[in-house]
Antibody, heavy 122, light 109 residues
Framework: QVQLVQSGAEVRKPGAAVKVSCQAS????????MFWVRQAPGQGLEWMGW????????NYAQKFQGRVSMTRDTSTNTAYMELSRLTSDDTAVYYC???????????????WGQGTLVSVSS | QSALTQPRSVSGSPGQSVTISCTGT?????????VSWYQRHPGRAPKLLIY???ERPSGVPDRFSGSKSGNTASLTISGLQTEDEADYYC?????????FGTGTKVTVL
């Protein structure tokens, strides 16, 4: 069965960076785009961007451009999201989610990771 | 890109129907038929309920239905059940971005 297992909670100081992993099982990572979504405390879901694990292409939300990097390691079926220059506003639960649609059709996310809490505090 | 606007909360008794609205702009909800809906129980990952405005993934009960008119999409839950108490989020494609709604808490009275 399809599973996305994310890395554990992280604590960082302002200005630091964090890298969250998302290991896929039950399917081949390169067969589907991977999205990253976050939810800050008391807030709604927020789209961060996506990666095409096959070719490595990415598309980042304008808000995060220059600060986010989405990569993958096809040998371990794992996707990564790194966010730099963290501030307290980046405190949130970060999710990876699989897009089950073909690449030329806008996404819908059928499987989600369990979420990774990133806390930013001095 | 601003978050899509949803009511903060809706409520209903078991067996009743509730409808959640999701208002965007002519650049996202109004332009594309690519609105999806997600259900999120506390402490759990979101679950896909509806995609492409009206389509249900296999395994999602037909109590859940989606529609769209102009810049507003809607999710209707018919025959409300206690397990439907959760947060619901819409999401729309906007050309080169995706935008989620502000979220709606559904309470089963």
């Amino acid at each position: 069965q399809v599973q996305l297992v994310q890395s554990g909670a992280e604590v960082r100081k302002p200005g630091a960076a964090v890298k969250v992993s998302c290991q896929a099982s039950g399917y081949t990572l390169t067969d589907y785009y991977m999205f990253w979504v976050r939810q800050a405390p008391g807030q709604g879901l927020e789209w961060m961007g996506w990666i095409n694990p096959n070719a490595g292409g990415t598309n980042y939300a304008q808000k995060f451009q220059g600060r986010v990097s989405m990569t993958r390691d096809t040998s371990t079926n794992t996707a990564y999201m790194e966010l730099s220059r963290l501030t307290s506003d980046d405190t949130a639960v970060y999710y990876c989610a699989r897009d089950f649609r073909p690449p030329n059709i806008p996404a819908s996310l059928d499987y989600w990771g369990q979420g990774t809490l990133v806390s930013v505090s001095s | 890109q601003s978050a899509l606007t949803q009511p903060r909360s809706v409520s209903g008794s078991p067996g009743q129907s509730v409808t959640i609205s999701c208002t965007g702009t002519s650049s996202d909800v109004g332009y594309y038929d690519y609105v999806s809906w997600y259900q999120r129980h506390p402490g759990r990952a979101p679950k896909l309920l509806i995609y492409d405005v009206t389509e249900r993934p296999s395994g999602v009960p037909d109590r859940f239905s989606g529609s769209k008119s102009g810049n507003t999409a809607s999710l209707t839950i018919s025959g409300l059940q206690t397990e439907d108490e959760a947060d619901y989020y819409c999401c729309s494609f906007g050309g080169n971005y995706y935008v989620f709604g502000t979220g709606t808490k559904v309470t089963v009275l």
